[in-house]
């Protein structure tokens, strides 16, 4: 009987672009917005009155210069994201997926990246992505 193993592999998601996920984008960066300034000022509220020898006030301090940091670039985001045309593809991000390995089975076929392309939320097409060129092909 062969030896069979179940592995991670990594898929990537892009959808291609229509109003409707230019709109769905746009607003998810609102919600992210809004919530990240409700956490600005609640942790910029609590830092207030805290003595600055504190740990907890650098921890906090920290965390407030990272959202700031974040929060500065959501402009350039929505800007992007304004800009893309109907037909171009968006770079969702990645997930992780299972794939089953026997042996005899060719490692880079079967692990290399999978890319899944969305329209408007619904699969368009499922491809695996071309084998890099250090990977023996079978």
Known sequence: MSAKITINRKIQVQSIVTEKLRT???EQIER??????QRLAAMEARIKDMKQDNVLFFELQSAIMKIKEGLS???QRKTSITTLKDGDIYNMGTMNGMVNLTEGDHFFDKTYGVVMI?????????KQQDIPLFAPVS
């Open 73 to 75: 670039q959501l402009p």
């Open 118 to 126: 969305l329209k408007d939320g619904k699969i368009e097409s499922i």
């Open 24 to 26: 769905s984008l746009l």
């Open 32 to 37: 992210f917005e809004s919530q990240e300034k």
